[in-house]
């Protein structure tokens, strides 16, 4: 999660491959370096800051990770918005991420976009 805030990536995006896939709301984007831009292109704007509240690891390379976000426009750092997240991964058996599903909200979308 530090490297989604910090936009500074090294190992966990190593996980990801040319044929990951990553579905966060309708969105649906392919590939390790489309995922790295996408979180760019909408995480750039905001100061953020996620935690990890849980971590599962279950059965046939799942895992889930729950927990909250806290963001601000950058140009509006007093306006902000708390947002709980679960990400849902699917590991090859390698250990790298073939699918990961992102949720987040409920948001105050008005406030952070």
Do not use: N, Q
């Amino acid at each position: 999660m530090r490297e989604i805030d910090t936009l500074d990536f090294g190992e966990g995006f190593a996980r990801m491959t040319d044929d990951t896939e990553m579905f966060f709301g309708t969105a649906h984007v392919v590939g390790a370096e489309a995922v790295k831009a996408f979180f760019v292109t909408i995480d750039e704007p905001l100061h953020i800051e996620h935690t990890v509240l849980e971590c599962w690891d279950a059965p046939d390379g799942v895992l889930f990770l729950r927990g909250e976000a806290v963001m601000a426009k950058k140009t509006d750092p007093d306006t902000i918005v708390r947002a709980p997240f679960m990400h849902l991964y699917r590991l090859d058996d390698d250990g790298r991420i073939r699918t990961l599903h992102v949720t987040a909200g409920p948001l105050r979308t008005d406030a952070v976009m």
